[in-house]
């Protein structure tokens, strides 16, 4: 039972820095021209933009800080996540 929640812990951990690491190539895909139009770009839109498009309100003129509130939202559940693994585990224990 303990090696399952401990399992099912480190597999969302692990989905969930690999979606980080997709926004941050996604964001820096910006910087060179017409990146998004690539076979690749327009797979990762497709997966990270619905997640940004949640963060739009975080822009300042033409910049936009959705890429950056999303890392730390997606920073927030990882440690929620990690959280509750370990009282799942504490409770499987008996302490």
Same mark, same amino acid.
């Given at each position: 039972?303990?090696?399952? *929640? /401990?399992?099912?812990?480190? %597999?969302?951990?692990? %989905? #969930?820095?690999? $979606?980080? !690491?997709?926004?941050?190539?996604?964001? %820096?895909?910006?910087?060179?021209?017409?990146?998004? +139009?690539?076979?690749? /770009?327009?797979? %990762?839109?497709? *997966? =990270?933009?619905?997640?940004?498009? !949640? &963060?739009? &309100?975080?822009?300042? +003129?033409?910049?936009?800080?959705?890429?950056?509130?999303?890392? #730390? =939202? !997606?920073? &927030?559940?990882? +440690? +929620? #996540?990690? $959280?509750? /693994?370990? !009282?799942?585990?504490?409770?499987?224990? /008996? $302490?």
């Amino acid at each position: 039972m303990i090696s399952v *929640i /401990g399992f099912i812990v480190w %597999l969302l951990n692990k %989905l #969930i820095e690999v $979606y980080m !690491l997709a926004i941050v190539i996604y964001a %820096l895909m910006s910087w060179f021209p017409n990146a998004y +139009g690539t076979a690749f /770009g327009r797979f %990762l839109g497709r *997966i =990270v933009e619905p997640f940004e498009r !949640l &963060f739009n &309100f975080a822009s300042i +003129g033409m910049i936009s800080f959705a890429p950056v509130v999303a890392l #730390i =939202v !997606l920073t &927030f559940v990882q +440690g +929620g #996540i990690s $959280y509750v /693994g370990r !009282l799942l585990i504490e409770f499987a224990y /008996g $302490y």
